[in-house]
């Protein structure tokens, strides 16, 4: 029962108080370019929630089963880079034979967060949290979900604003990075609730 | 009123193409349409079944805010005269800055932002403040969105928010004890901290430590608090008077009350000493301001009908969460604020929902 309401804590927290795109601006690239429109941020939102969630977890095995027994926690950046690479093209070629319309709505955004930041990110706060192998995941998971919350948002937010008259030059990402930090505003009324 | 009619006639020539002043034409037009609401009659078809305008829109909030504006008159003093008029000066510097650089109009959104935002202030707050609230929610909160009935955020809380995290301290420790012997201590009551001014906390934040208001108190408002949120009956009056005009939706209302109620209702059930009661929940603090004048703001909530129950159940929800649980003593700013940032999603859900739904039903047909 403990580690379940521990689990579930790490989950909203990642998803809520610790939001990684929000409260650790991690993942800014992706979410400035390709949040003009929900259908396409569905796809991006979805390809990072599955991935987060499994490189994570990968990662949390590949380094305390291979990099700590042998002395490399120092590789660890690296390491992560290539596993989560490594991860993302194999899964993109899994997809591609297996089904055709996850192909479609997943594939193309698969190559484009193999150099999402908030992916790593995810990797190495686990680390610095000394997580589990499940919180791990859990945790990973939730940081996914919370990622894409903030971009269907801000999807939803700027198909409303196609025919607003905003000034020249705050045009494209300057405007997004103002609401970015507005939402960012109102995500800090969750800060306090849950600890992690 | 002749006089000013004569004026405004005798300087037209100025602003008009060629004149002196041609830049300045918002500033006129605004005069113009303040004191002789600018009418066009229709000569042929088709006629406007009710030519509801933004001016009468934002006349009726007005009209509806006034019951709270008079007791917030009544319990903090004059001094609430002074931070309104700070307040509409400062935000309406910028909002005439951008009418003329846009060339546009000025129109009648910040009667009711201007309004607002003094209402939602600690009574004893410095007036640079309120100044330079009000510049930033106007500026990043509407402005630069495309201006009147463009903004994505309620700009009163944008300015509210930014002053809340900019200067905590004296956001959440300038609270003056209601009571209407303010008047007859002028000029004295004026000034931020008047000497014999005092502080008395919150009913959340007394609640926080186990002491709770009377329920008559929160009622009529013999409560420390932002100005305008003192009197939860003058908010009431102001709620019928936006439902029975059709300003406000009742959706939106009836999901945050109703959402509210029973989280509250069942949370207290458990954690009685971390969560309050419903009844204490609905009555204190901003939630009745927020929940009838901002969640309630056509332009900033979702369009649909749906995602208007939707959008005040998760504003309800919200409170109670960040109310009881979170580091902050009260949740309704953050709580709609929150509501803003999903309502274009909220729409765009309902929407596809019912194209897809179209389209099933086609199919079968």
């Not at chain 1, 700027?158 to 705050?170: F, I, T």
């Amino acid at each position: 029962m403990e580690a379940f309401t521990g689990l579930t804590a790490i989950f909203f927290a990642a998803i809520f108080t610790n939001n990684i795109l929000l409260t650790n601006y991690l993942g800014m690239c992706s979410f400035l370019g390709v949040s003009r429109e929900v259908k396409t941020s569905i796809g991006l939102g979805a390809a990072v929630v599955f991935t987060m969630a499994f490189t994570s977890a990968l990662n949390w095995l590949v380094y305390y089963y291979v990099l700590i027994p042998m002395h490399l926690g120092h590789f660890r950046f690296i390491v992560f880079i290539i596993v989560i690479a490594a991860f993302v093209q194999v899964v993109e070629m899994i997809i591609e034979r297996v089904s055709e319309p996850l192909y479609n709505a997943l594939g193309i955004f698969l190559p484009l967060i193999t150099v999402n930041c908030a992916i790593l990110g995810v990797c190495l706060f686990m680390l610095i949290r000394d997580y589990t192998f499940a919180e791990s995941f859990i945790y990973g998971f939730g940081s996914g979900i919370g990622w894409m919350l903030a971009i269907l948002a801000m999807a939803g937010i700027r198909q409303n604003m196609k025919r607003s008259k905003v000034p020249k030059g705050l045009e494209g990402p300057g405007i997004t990075l103002i609401i970015a930090g507005i939402m960012a505003l109102a995500f800090m009324g969750f800060s306090g609730m849950i600890n992690i | 009123m002749k006089l000013i009619k004569n004026i405004l006639h005798s300087v037209r020539p100025l602003f008009e193409e060629g004149g002196k002043l041609r830049a300045m034409l918002p500033v006129y037009q605004a005069a113009d349409n303040f004191f002789f609401s600018h009418v066009e009659e229709t000569t042929c078809a088709p006629y406007g079944r009710d030519p509801i305008d933004i001016k009468r829109y934002m006349t009726l909030v007005i009209v509806a805010l006034m019951p709270a504006f008079l007791a917030s008159l009544y319990f903090f003093g004059p001094r609430v005269l002074l931070l309104m008029l700070v307040s509409y000066v400062a935000g309406g510097l910028i909002e005439v800055l951008f009418a003329i650089v846009r060339k546009e109009e000025i129109n009648e959104g910040f009667l009711v932002t201007g309004f607002i935002f003094p209402l939602i202030l600690p009574p004893g707050i410095p007036l640079w403040m309120v100044a330079l609230g009000s510049i930033f929610g106007v500026l990043v909160g509407k402005e630069i969105f495309g201006g009147t009935g463009r903004n994505l955020f309620n700009a009163a809380l944008v300015g509210r928010c930014f002053l809340a995290f900019a200067y905590p301290a004296r956001m959440t420790a300038t609270w003056i004890a209601p009571g209407p012997e303010k008047w007859l201590q002028l000029p004295g009551s004026l000034a931020a901290s008047a000497p014999d001014a005092v502080t008395l906390a919150t009913p959340l934040g007394l609640a926080k430590s186990g002491v709770m208001t009377a329920p008559l108190d929160l009622l009529v408002g013999n409560i420390s608090g932002c100005v305008g949120e003192t009197s939860a009956l003058a908010i009431l009056i102001g709620g019928v008077i936006l439902l029975l005009t059709g300003v406000a939706n009742w959706r939106t209302m009836a999901g945050g009350m109703a959402s509210m109620t029973l989280l509250a209702w069942v949370l207290n059930l458990i954690w009685p000493a971390q969560v309050a009661p419903p009844g204490f929940q609905l009555l204190a603090g901003g939630w009745m301001f927020g929940i009838v004048f901002m969640a309630t703001d056509p332009v900033t909530g979702p369009a649909t009908l749906s995602a208007k129950w939707a959008y005040g159940i998760l504003i309800g929800t919200l409170t109670v969460l960040i109310r009881s649980y979170s580091g902050f003593v009260e949740g309704t700013m953050f709580a709609i604020l929150f509501g803003n940032i999903c309502a274009p999603l909220m729409d765009e859900v309902v929407i596809r929902l019912r194209i897809r739904r179209c389209a099933a039903e086609r199919a079968c047909s």
